[in-house]
């Protein structure tokens, strides 16, 4: 089958929520960072900064230079592990607390997404009916009240994509839903994934290693 092949060529990938996942960059939260003693670095402290900002506004707040980097980026993963196959492939977006922080965070990438690689989107499918709460708001967390057309997922291979991948219970829990409407998730793609030490980027230590590969 279709993902059986995809599966195949994602061999290298993780898996994060029961589902094979890659993120571009690691991500150190706040606490490691104001820490003098856990000496981070200038790279650290810029990822860092580059993925609290896609959580706050998308690419929108990036300078050029830091979007093309990103895009960029995500374009590699895309020619590396799925091209040829992008047609056949919907990408779904991790809601975020409210729609206009939904469509702000996700608009210019998903845009990028279709232009380059023509593969369908759920964006603008995806219904609020009522607005949630970030974690950070006087009520606290509070997830949002979603309503998805019938056949929204049905019989499409999915690709879910997170601002940052942590313990995987996000993927897990949007792998079902999309499972419950008829859906098959191939994997799961996202700017971050939460680190607690230093470490080599993923997307530097897979250039690596398929470089060695290849030689």
Not at 181 to 193: D, P, Y
Request: charged share 25%; glycine share 6%; hydrophobic share 35%.
């Amino acid at each position: 089958s279709l993902k059986k092949e995809l599966e195949r060529k994602l061999s290298r990938w993780d898996y994060a929520g029961g589902v094979k996942s890659f993120s571009l960059y690691n991500y150190l939260p706040s606490r490691f960072i104001s820490d003098p003693s856990f000496n981070t670095t200038e790279t650290e402290s810029r990822r860092h900064s580059q993925i609290l900002s896609f959580k706050n506004s998308g690419l929108g707040m990036y300078s050029p230079v830091e979007s093309k980097e990103i895009l960029d980026d995500l374009s590699w993963v895309f020619s590396t592990f799925l091209s040829g196959y992008t047609n056949d492939l919907m990408i779904f977006y991790v809601p975020s607390s409210t729609i206009s922080d939904y469509r702000r965070r996700h608009e210019k990438l998903n845009y990028h997404l279709i232009k380059e690689f023509n593969i369908q989107s759920s964006l603008n499918l995806v219904r609020y009916r009522i607005d949630g709460f970030s974690k950070n708001s006087f009520l606290g967390k509070q997830d949002p009240t979603l309503e998805f057309a019938e056949k929204l997922f049905s019989n499409k291979l999915v690709i879910i994509f997170d601002d940052v991948i942590t313990s995987g219970s996000t993927i897990g829990r949007y792998k079902n839903l999309i499972e419950s409407f008829g859906g098959t998730v191939l994997c799961a793609l996202s700017i971050g994934r939460t680190v607690h030490h230093h470490e080599e980027g993923p997307i530097q230590k897979m250039k690596f290693e398929l470089n060695e590969f290849r030689s």
